[in-house]
């Protein structure tokens, strides 16, 4: 144990009984500078388990935390509190049944698995599942579940703790790629792989077993998506469109969805999540209706690490906000796409229906004024990066724009770009043998 880790105070600790602990802090023990895993550490006979929070928090941040109890929680404290006590729940449930307790299936007893039954990596999935819902991460919770669920699709619900194998993932992956993109293989691999090293940590099979997903191709494959953009001169054709038509008695759902595609691409490149929780907030009023901020729902549960969006309210921007978006009004919601009382998980069906919808409803627009292409939301993004990048704008500025870290900052966007179109290329490249500045 680093030594770092006894300077790390808990936020919260119990004395449960039988020489056990249970407290609330960060695991420094592979501390790497950052962030550190929010668990909770149990004491039993003088020896440590670690049942993980499923968050992740800046030691300094955590230790203002604990020196200031008297502060309003936040949100994150409240939910890993609410962890803490199911955990302590459940430990008192076991020893209030006189029912064996051990290190070893510690991370069975706290979580209300049938301690009978050996856990296995249908159980650990679905803890760790539960675990993502607990603490608020419920999209996550869900992508975790799809993946679950075709594991068990393809390679059944009874795969024993002796099977887990190199060869046992590569046979899932061919059974994938029968009908899935390699981008959701990936997503479900590094779902898979989470859980192969948690059984692996736990005792369930052995610690090779957990490192069977090293070189392994498939699972940081993604689908090449640098061509799905659209320019300069086909988003202003769209504009126009939307001008044209939106004013008329006949414009219905397919002219919303236009609007909504649009104000994606004109805010920043944002994403349909953060679009329908955009509010006017203090800034959109100290800037007189400028300007739009809001933190990226993305990182909004990574303490260290949370993103605030500033985007520029232009001209164009602002004409589909008098026709798409309610009156403003201090701490109210742009659109009546939901309410601030909506449950989270009916947001994320929600934001998952309408994506569908504009999608769908771009494609139409497309097919009708015969155009090659079948857009969805995430186009708006890569063409925002791909657009400004052409014109001449610095990476830096992109990359600030979009809410990317500046950690990884001009690397992660250079995901979203596409490659340079013919212009910028001959442009370009004739400075090669030109005397004459660009």
């Given at each position: 144990m680093s030594k770092i880790y006894h300077l790390i105070p808990a936020y919260r600790r119990q004395y449960i009984g039988k020489n056990i602990t249970a407290a609330l802090t960060l695991d420094t023990r592979k501390d790497k500078g950052g962030a550190?895993?929010?668990?909770?550490?149990?004491?039993?006979?003088?020896?440590?388990?670690?049942?993980?929070?499923?968050?992740?928090?800046?030691?300094?941040?955590?230790?203002?935390?604990?020196?200031?109890?008297?502060?309003?929680?936040?949100?994150?404290?409240?939910?890993?509190?609410?962890?803490?006590?199911?955990?302590?729940?459940?430990?008192?449930?076991?020893?209030?049944?006189?029912?064996?307790?051990?290190?070893?299936?510690?991370?069975?007893?706290?979580?209300?698995?049938?301690?009978?039954?050996?856990?296995?990596?249908?159980?650990?999935?679905?803890?760790?599942?539960?675990?993502?819902?607990?603490?608020?991460?419920?999209?996550?919770?869900?992508?975790?579940?799809?993946?679950?669920?075709?594991?068990?699709?393809?390679?059944?619900?009874?795969?024993?703790?002796?099977?887990?194998?190199r060869e046992l993932i590569e046979e899932w992956v061919k059974k994938m790629e029968v009908n899935l993109s390699p981008t959701t293989i990936g997503i479900y691999l590094r779902t898979f792989r989470i859980v192969v090293k948690m059984g692996a940590r736990d005792g369930l099979w052995s610690?090779?077993?957990?490192?069977?997903?090293?070189?392994?191709?498939?699972?940081?494959?993604?689908?090449?998506?640098?061509?799905?953009?659209?320019?300069?001169?086909?988003?202003?054709?769209?504009?126009?469109?939307?001008?044209?038509i939106s004013q008329r008695r006949e414009a219905g759902r397919v002219t919303r969805s236009l609007g909504l595609f649009l104000f994606l691409y004109l805010g920043n490149g944002m994403?349909?999540?953060?679009?329908?929780?955009?509010?006017?907030?203090?800034?959109?009023?100290?800037?007189?209706?400028?300007?739009?901020?809001?933190?990226?729902?993305?990182?909004m549960h990574e303490s260290s690490n949370k993103i605030d969006i500033t985007i520029p309210i232009i001209p164009e921007l602002r004409l589909l906000m008098d026709r798409l978006c309610l009156p403003p009004r201090r701490g109210g919601l742009l659109f009546d796409i939901i309410t601030h009382k909506t449950p989270?998980?009916?947001?994320?069906?929600?934001?998952?229906?309408?994506?569908?919808?504009?999608?769908?409803d771009m494609r139409s627009i497309c097919y009708n004024h015969d155009m090659d292409v079948q857009p969805s939301t995430t186009w708006c993004r890569h063409s925002y990066a791909t657009n400004l990048r052409d014109?001449?704008?610095?990476?830096?500025?992109?990359?600030?724009?979009?809410?990317?870290?500046?950690?990884?900052?001009?690397?992660?966007?250079?995901?979203?770009?596409?490659?340079?179109?013919?212009?910028?290329?001959?442009r370009n490249n004739a400075l090669l043998l030109s005397s004459e500045s660009k």
């Amino acid at each position: 144990m680093s030594k770092i880790y006894h300077l790390i105070p808990a936020y919260r600790r119990q004395y449960i009984g039988k020489n056990i602990t249970a407290a609330l802090t960060l695991d420094t023990r592979k501390d790497k500078g950052g962030a550190c895993p929010v668990v909770v550490r149990i004491r039993y006979d003088g020896k440590y388990s670690y049942v993980f929070v499923g968050d992740s928090c800046d030691k300094e941040e955590f230790i203002k935390l604990c020196e200031s109890p008297g502060k309003k929680k936040a949100s994150k404290l409240r939910m890993w509190s609410r962890f803490f006590d199911m955990v302590v729940s459940n430990i008192l449930s076991v020893l209030e049944k006189g029912e064996g307790f051990s290190l070893a299936s510690l991370q069975c007893h706290v979580m209300g698995a049938d301690t009978s039954t050996k856990e296995n990596v249908h159980t650990l999935w679905r803890r760790l599942i539960e675990n993502k819902r607990l603490t608020g991460r419920l999209k996550t919770a869900a992508c975790y579940e799809q993946a679950l669920n075709r594991f068990e699709k393809d390679m059944g619900t009874k795969v024993g703790n002796s099977k887990m194998s190199r060869e046992l993932i590569e046979e899932w992956v061919k059974k994938m790629e029968v009908n899935l993109s390699p981008t959701t293989i990936g997503i479900y691999l590094r779902t898979f792989r989470i859980v192969v090293k948690m059984g692996a940590r736990d005792g369930l099979w052995s610690r090779e077993k957990g490192e069977a997903f090293m070189q392994l191709p498939a699972i940081n494959k993604k689908r090449d998506r640098k061509d799905e953009y659209l320019d300069v001169i086909t988003m202003k054709y769209f504009y126009d469109l939307y001008v044209s038509i939106s004013q008329r008695r006949e414009a219905g759902r397919v002219t919303r969805s236009l609007g909504l595609f649009l104000f994606l691409y004109l805010g920043n490149g944002m994403n349909l999540a953060d679009m329908v929780r955009l509010e006017y907030n203090d800034c959109y009023f100290r800037s007189k209706g400028k300007l739009l901020r809001f933190t990226r729902h993305k990182t909004m549960h990574e303490s260290s690490n949370k993103i605030d969006i500033t985007i520029p309210i232009i001209p164009e921007l602002r004409l589909l906000m008098d026709r798409l978006c309610l009156p403003p009004r201090r701490g109210g919601l742009l659109f009546d796409i939901i309410t601030h009382k909506t449950p989270e998980e009916k947001v994320i069906a929600i934001v998952h229906q309408l994506n569908k919808v504009i999608r769908k409803d771009m494609r139409s627009i497309c097919y009708n004024h015969d155009m090659d292409v079948q857009p969805s939301t995430t186009w708006c993004r890569h063409s925002y990066a791909t657009n400004l990048r052409d014109a001449g704008v610095s990476i830096e500025y992109i990359s600030s724009m979009m809410g990317h870290t500046m950690t990884r900052g001009s690397l992660t966007t250079l995901h979203y770009l596409s490659d340079y179109n013919e212009e910028t290329m001959f442009r370009n490249n004739a400075l090669l043998l030109s005397s004459e500045s660009k």
